[in-house]
């Protein structure tokens, strides 16, 4: 049963509205009151805290009392019958045959009295205030307009009285006051429906085994439940009318900014809340084709174990760190745009990744990049390149030697433990060692030697630059293992395919040598041009080393694009087939510009005619690429 409260402005009311609150037994009346303006807001604030449902109010009390509580408010409006009356005994008073006659207070106090002076036969002005201290300045202005007499509360009649301008007291009787109640009574009717389903709702959400939270449109937590409380540590009074974001400051903002702008669901991702690693799930709240709010739900998962500072400043000092991160690497072209996007939302599930590509296309950058974006960033990311090692000294590296276990300390496998392990060749494992992988994979981890299996919580992510699929069928590396690994998969595209990150890597690359070596170099338009369009066969691995080459070796500031091909020609060298003889890597463009002309036995207007430009453009790409006519 809905809690009412009836506060009225005179005690005249408080006596008609006790009896009047008996008839209507849906509501539980906690106090009908008279109580003065100046303490209405207090006690409806004190109403408020004791659990009052809904208040009873008039005039201006009621406008305070909406402004400052959450509480809803039905208002005592002044029926048309109790107006009337009162100024017909207004009228008959002053003896006119039409008086003017003012009416002074607050919209909401008034129903509608536009037929008031055909029917009462009376020149009615209504002076409406929006604040309370305009009261006296209406009465003056009624007095300006020549009005014969005034109605209105308690300061408008004071106010009257002492300008000798004759008055009523606006009337508010038992058939406003019985109005008001059966409204009251009605609205009490729904907020019972509405505890009746917030309980149901409530033990609902309070009996399940996930965390929500109900989000308004402002992000505000407008609900949440037992398991929330557990997960978070915080009761429900703390968290409620707090901002997501001061609760949750791991949220992604973005992803609640889509449910709640774009009605957008997110499934599945991953939330470190205190150290537990938590499924989350956000769905927008439609009513209607309106967004309202968001509902959040957590699924508590594994605990995430955090290394002591001491054991990470040790795998620090020995370079067990992963240092690229997605914001600070090169991500200017669409399709890295797109790898990106696909990378971050496998990077917090603990599966293990494979990432495929070309030789230094930068699968370990990559690597490093799904390690910090995970939820164990703050822990190991061990590499091991599977190809620098004899298979049976890769074994020991990753799951120990026995027999000089004390004197070696702990293998690979183990220093990664509630962290990343990288391995890049994957391909290049033995089977032996391929099943020890397997089984990290799946959660023991296989000690060299005669030693039982231990639980390993270890996230892999291998790379390769074959086709293990072909490796599978060959029988060189196990279908199992291939299986665990690709669950999820990347490919890593060659530079030459993504050109719009060239010109970024290289500066990068650039600015790491000249602060090493203290030379200072800047590259011309046209090796910049020379840059992106250069095919890139070594990829990252070649652009980083030709840097070194052009910050040591340039005798001027400015490289242009003839010194940067000659750097990455002489850097390039191949050997001619079936010999050990060794020539210089020459241009795609080069090599086909030298064919043209020795086709057309150097006749530049031919060759030109050929390629579709002028023998002026001809004869600069000719000389970019360093072709001679004469020596051909």
Known sequence: MAKVAVLVPNQELELIAQPLTEEFSSLQVMEVKYIRTAYAVQRARELEQQGCDLIVARGVQARLIKRSVRIPLVEITVTPQELASVMLDLKEELELDCPRIGLIGFPNMFSDTSQFNRLLHIDLRLYMAEQEEQLEEMVDKALQDGCNAVIGGNRVCASAG?????????????????????????????????????????????????????????????RVNRVTNNLLGRSTDVLLGQEISAVLPNLNQNVLTDALLHGKEAYAFLLDIDHRAVVVNVAPILVGEQIEGAVLTFQEGQRLIEMDSEMRRELYQRGFVARYTFENTICEDPETRRQFSLAKRISRFFAPVLLTGEVG????????????????RKNAFITVDCSAWQPEMVDNILFGNYTTRREAGDSYAEMAQDGTLYLSHVEMLPLETQYKLLCLIRGHFLHNGPSRPAAAHVRVIASTSVNLIARVEKGEFRSDLYYALSVLTVEVLPLRRRRGDIEGWMQRYLDEWQEKYKRYVSLTQGARQYLREYEWPGNLDQLYSVCERLVLLTQKRNIDEIFLREQLEQMTPRLLPGTEQVVLYQDRRAVELAALMKKHKGNRQKVAEELGISKTTLWRYLKKYDVHPDSL
């Open 162 to 222: 002492q300008k000798a301008l004759p008055y009523k007291f606006i009337p508010s009787g038992e058939e406003s006051l019985r109005n008001a109640l059966a409204t009251a009574s009605r609205v009490g009717y729904a907020i019972d429906l509405e505890k009746h389903n917030s309980a149901e709702i409530n033990a609902l959400l309070n009996y399940t085994f996930s965390g929500i939270i109900q989000v308004d449109k402002e992000r505000i937590i407008r």
């Open 361 to 376: 296309s930068g699968k370990g950058v990559l690597a490093q990049c799904i390690h910090n974006e995970s939820l164990l």
